[in-house]
Structure formats: C-alpha cells, structure tokens
C-alpha cells in the first residue's frame, strides 16, 4: 500500500479478514494502463476507508454517532472527491397541466398515464424535465420506480401517446437518432429496457425522464445544463469540488421526487430510485444523497458507480475521467492511478444508502463494470447496515450466478451481458415486496434468469433441453418427436440441412411436439421463403403465436408481423431479418395458471428475442384470440384430446405452423422451467 498519513491510515480498517478474494499480498499489475486489467490475480492490494469513521476518523460505536457523525462526514468525503458539491433543492413546478389519460397497455393492463413537464427552478430560464409516469389502476397509493432514461422516454414504451423529446440526444442509429434528435422512428426502442406492464401487474408505478433534459451527455454538455440557472460556473477552471452530469442527474431525480410526493397515486414513502450504468452511477448518488429515497437499484453502475476504484480491474479513474470528464468533480480525476489515497471509495457511498434497501446488481459477462468489485463494496459498506442494527448484506462469500443474497442490502451477478432486462426489474421488484412492502414476492416465474446468446447461428442447446430438431436435419435425422395434426408421422419435407413446411390446401398441416411442457425456454431457428409472405409461426401450446412472417423494414410493426405475438402485441422493435437468411427466436414462456373448470386465473407471459434483440418483454396474456388456432382451424380428434389435457394440466406442445409457405426450420429445443 502506498505511504498514507497518519489521520488516513487512522481512519482505515483493514478489511483483508473479510476480503479473501481480494489479493492482499499481491505485486502492483503489470499490465500496461492503457489495457484494462480482468486479471483477479493482478487487482492491487487495497485497504479500505472505515465507512463507520467519524470527522475525527475514528469509527463511531453507535447508530446514533453514525446518523450524526459518522454519516454526515462520509456524505462530505463523497462530495469532496467524487461527485461534486449537492445542488441546493428548487422549487417545482407542472408547466400547463399533467396530461392524465386512462389507457391499456398490452396485456390488458389497466393504466394512468400522466405526462408533465417540470420546471425546476423559479427564474424565468429555468430548466424543464418531461416526465412520464405509469400507474396501475387500483384505489390505493402504489410504490413507484424512478429511473432516467438514456435516449427519452418515447424510447422507453412504444404507446404512440408518449410525447417525442426534442431534446438534444447522442446521435444513435439503434435508436433512430438523427442530427442529435429523436425521429419517430425511435419509438420504444429501448423498450426492453423498461417492462412497465409486468411492473404495473405487480402493483408499482414507473416513472421516468431524460437525463439530457438537465445534462446532455457530452464533455461540453455543461453550458446547455442547469447548472447555470442555479448559479454554478459552467465554463473555466472549476473548483474541486464542482458538481458535474451525475450531481446534476442526481438533482433532477430529486426533484422529480418532490412531484411524485404530491400526487394522490403515490405513496410518498416508497419512492424508488434506480438507474442503470452511468445512470446507475446518478441513481446510487441521489439515493446517498436524498433519504427520501425509500431504496436504491443500482443495475451495473460500475466505476464511479457501486464498484471499488481502488480495485484496478475493468474500468478505472483515469479512463473514466479521460473519456467522460463532465460526469464527476474535478477532483476525482486527480486521483487517476492513485485510487489508493482517495479518503473514500464506492463502498462509502453505498453506505450512505443504510439502512434502507439497497439493490447492487452485476453481469457476469460486464467485465469492464467489476462485477467483483460492486460485491466487494457491498461486503465493505456492510457495517453501516449492522450498526443501526438491520440486517445487510448477511454473507462475505461472492456468491453464485443468479442468486441474489442478503437483504435489506442486496447483490446479485447474474449470466449475461451490460443491459437492464425485465429480469432484473422483477427482481428489484421483489426486494421491494419483502422490504418496502412487507410481503413475500409472488411465488412462481422465479426461474433461473434466461439470457439467450443468439450469434453466432446455429445456438448450441443448453445442458437439460430436450432438442426436437437438431442443427442439421437429413434423412438419417429422428423426426419423431412431432406428430401431424392426426397424432400420425409428419409428412414436411427435409431440405439442405432444414425441415420445410408441407403445406396443404387448408393450410394446416402443422406439427406439435410429443413432448408436453408448461412453464419452457423454447428456440428456433427458422428461414422464411417468398411464398404468402413467409407466414409461419411457433405456437406455444397451440394457444399463442410467435409469429413468422416476412415483415423486414415495416415500420411501425404491427400485432401481425414477426417478433408479435400474433393479435396480443406487437413487437417492441422490428428485429426481422430478410427471407432466405437464417433467424432465431428464444422464448421464455410461462404458460397460464388455469382452475379446475378451465378458467384461467393467473395470466401467462412471455418473454422473446428475436435475432439478438426483446420483441417482447414480460407481455401478460390470457385467453387465446386467434381464430386460426389448431384447435379451432383444422382441428382433429388428436388434437382434441391435446387441448382437453392442456386445459386440465396446464402442460401442451410446441406447434410449429403450416400458413402456406415453405418455411424452413432447424434447431429446435425446449427446456422445460417446472414440472406440471
Ligand atoms: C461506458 C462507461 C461506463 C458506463 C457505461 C454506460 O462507456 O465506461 O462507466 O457508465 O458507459 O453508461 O453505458
């Protein structure tokens, strides 16, 4: 460790005792700075601020000492070096009047959309934010999660009723982002991002505003944000301690919070912040700051976020103040390649969260956010937890994939990559149902976490599938895990390396599987063909159809074209590729709890990637709709004996459909979640 002075060396505790995946004793890297380190074996050896220590840099004994003392002093450090100076409150006021419309969102869910726009501060030139909010309709006060957004929130739902942002936006094409502004175009296609409808079901509101409405994101963002109109320096040498982009996102999420409180839907104590990577960053920061924040989600903040900066692995100090020098105080940056004297780390600031809930949530496959080092500062801020005598994180032990441990402080790493998925969120979800709400989280869907990898084709097939189609079909291949419509062999033919669709006058001619599932993660790889538009599809149980069709470039895509579920909803983004190309569909799919006279009485959903992309993100259904179904168009006494036992078992098979055109199909698979 380098040389510290004595009040430093005073106010750290070695935390190496409860750090044994930690190298303590290992050399300096020896890898060159410009290349990140993900080597565990070369993280430099660290100790820790005590996140307990008082001003005098003893640790305080009491819960007391640490909500006067110790608090307090630890807020100061984090706005000494980290994020800057926090932004005095402002008043807030709705410019015109919050637009509130009833509306129905997919899934039949019942919804209040409330759209305002919020000018923060009482000078004339006072920024404004856009905010959206959706709320379930029921008659109580409801929890709502706050998030900002990264590109509007048009982006965030495709409901053609969300105002477009105007504001100035990084040119994005996934985003259709065009000359720095949004197009019509970029409509919902962050959607995956934000599955307000499986939220809604659950009792939350979710509400959420651009991050540029206050800070554009860019190094020169800072003239055109708010700092001006609240009298801070925009321009020339800044004092240390001068806030940047994520004091001043923290400050907007603050003041969106002063809205919420004010409306009748809204339970003012349970107001939730969450963010996700940078944004995850201004969330932990408006959380530490503002107590009125009754939890905070961090979803893979990473550097300057919920990860240890003195750990150097992934991203570090100096390349996060190189390439994003607007987001912290300047004072920060000064400690590039020297983290180890910082007086805090992130583990101080998670602290500073205590004891209220707080989620830290990782990717394994995030390296360059240090999914280690966000449990470490987990493990580290523990102690602020326990001293005012709640429980923490509960274990010192990183702990497995997708497996969430502890609570009211919670981490969880879970397979796959840097994104904020429907996953996640229903796991924010039901931390927020054990603490904020008191209550077990709904039982069932719980299943491991389900992160498709789609590239390259064909997908080889998990451990516990059961494959019904390999990733070469020819004649040697075993076609008898499907039957025809009449329980008999299928008659499809076999093609260069597929199985393509026999097609009949009726156009039913489909196959199901023998294998009957309920709750499955199901795949398939398809190919469509010119003829009546490539219509085909997979029907799940019979009853729902993931549609295949021939719908590339069709803008807006409609609850008919590929990647919807056919007349239940559209596709979040249009994902579709041409015909004569490969795709791949991955569902998770669980099916709908029914009673014993038939009636459904919990809804299915369905979660879909289509070609790398979430056409469907948590979608609720619940009676079929299509007339076409098997059991209705074309149906047999065979088939009427499956949809018999469906409806008593809850468990059917996969269809794969005949609509008039000789799509091609290979690798398929289902892996069943539950055993009916
Ligand atoms: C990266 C940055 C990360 C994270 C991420 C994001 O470029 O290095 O710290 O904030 O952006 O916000 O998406």
Not at 403 to 421: F, N
Not at 646 to 656: N, S
């Amino acid at each position: 460790m380098p040389p510290s002075s004595p009040a430093r060396r005073q106010g750290c505790r070695a935390i190496a005792a409860f750090l044994p995946l930690v190298a303590m004793t290992m050399p300096m890297p020896t890898a060159p700075a410009a290349e990140p380190n993900y080597d565990e074996a070369a993280v430099r050896q660290f100790t820790l601020p005590d996140p307990l220590a008082g001003p005098d840099g003893k640790p305080v004994t009491s819960a007391e000492a640490w909500r006067t003392s110790a608090r307090p002093h630890q807020l100061q450090l984090m706005e000494r070096f980290v994020y800057g100076r926090r932004l005095p409150a402002a008043p807030v006021t709705v410019v015109d009047a919050v637009d509130r419309a009833d509306c129905t969102l997919a899934g039949d869910v019942a919804a209040v959309r409330l759209q305002a726009r919020l000018k923060l501060g009482a000078a004339a030139d006072a920024p404004t934010t856009e905010v959206l909010l959706y709320l379930p309709r029921v008659a109580h006060r409801v929890p709502v999660f706050l998030a900002l957004n990264f590109r509007g929130n048009h982006a965030e739902h495709p409901d053609p009723a969300i105002r477009l942002s105007a504001a100035w936006m990084p040119d994005d094409k996934a985003a259709a982002i065009e000359n720095h502004r949004a197009t019509e175009a970029s409509r919902g296609t962050s959607g995956h991002r934000w599955p307000v409808e499986a939220l809604l079901s659950r009792g939350f509101g979710m509400a959420t505003a651009y991050c540029g409405d206050v800070f554009p994101d860019r190094p020169d963002g800072r003239s055109a944000s708010a700092l001006a109109s609240l009298g801070r320096p925009v321009a020339g040498d800044l004092p240390p301690d001068e806030p940047g982009a994520i004091g001043t996102w923290a400050w907007q999420l603050s003041r969106i919070l002063d809205w919420l409180v004010t409306l009748p839907e809204v339970d003012p104590g349970k107001v939730i912040v969450v963010g996700h990577s940078r944004l995850g960053k201004a969330a932990l920061w408006a959380g530490a700051g503002d107590e009125r924040f009754a939890m905070v989600v961090s979803n893979e903040s990473g550097c300057g976020g919920a990860a240890l900066s003195r750990r150097n692995f992934g991203e570090t100090v100096g390349v996060i103040t190189s390439r994003f020098p607007h987001w912290f105080c300047p004072a920060f940056a000064t400690y590039a390649d020297r983290e180890t004297d910082l007086p805090c780390d992130q583990h101080t600031l998670l602290s500073l969260v205590a004891p209220r809930p707080l989620v830290v949530a990782s990717a394994v496959d995030d390296r360059w956010a240090d999914p280690r080092g966000e449990f470490l500062a987990c493990v580290a801020a523990d102690p602020a937890w326990t001293i005012t005598g709640s429980d923490g994180l509960g274990t010192r032990d990183y702990p497995p994939l997708d497996t969430p441990v502890g609570g009211p402080l919670t981490y969880y790493v879970r397979t796959g990559r840097h994104d904020l998925l429907a996953d996640d969120w229903e796991r924010f979800a039901d931390v927020a149902d054990r603490t904020l709400r008191g209550q077990p989280p709904p039982e069932a869907d719980r299943y491991p976490a389900f992160h498709p990898l789609q590239s390259p084709l064909p997908a080889k097939p998990p451990a516990g599938a059961t494959v019904l189609l390999p990733e070469r079909v020819d004649a040697a291949t075993d076609l008898t895990p499907f039957v025809g419509m009449a329980g008999g062999p299928i008659d499809w033919t076999i093609d260069d390396g597929a199985l393509v669709v026999q097609t009949t006058e009726k156009h039913a001619n489909h196959i199901l599987s023998r294998a009957l599932f309920r709750d499955a993660d199901i795949h398939a790889e398809f190919m469509t063909a010119p003829a009546a538009k490539g219509n085909s599809g997979l029907y799940l149980h019979g009853h729902y159809e993931m549609q295949i069709y021939d719908s590339f470039g069709v803008q807006p895509p409609t609850d008919q074209d590929e990647g919807s579920l056919y007349r239940f909803n559209k596709p979040i983004v249009n994902a579709s590729l041409p015909t004569g190309q490969w795709q791949v569909y991955d569902i998770r799919f669980i099916a709908p709890r029914r009673d014993a006279a038939g009636a459904i009485v919990k809804p299915g959903s369905v979660t879909a990637w289509l070609n790398g992309r979430v056409v469907q993100n948590g979608l609720r259904f619940t009676e079929p709709r299509s007339p076409y179904t098997p059991y209705r168009h074309g149906v047999t006494e065979h088939l009427r004996g499956v949809e018999k036992r469906l409806l008593e078992t809850g468990a059917g098979p996969l269809f794969l459909q005949d609509h008039g055109s000789p799509t091609r199909f290979r690798n398929v698979w289902i892996r069943r979640l539950d055993t009916p």
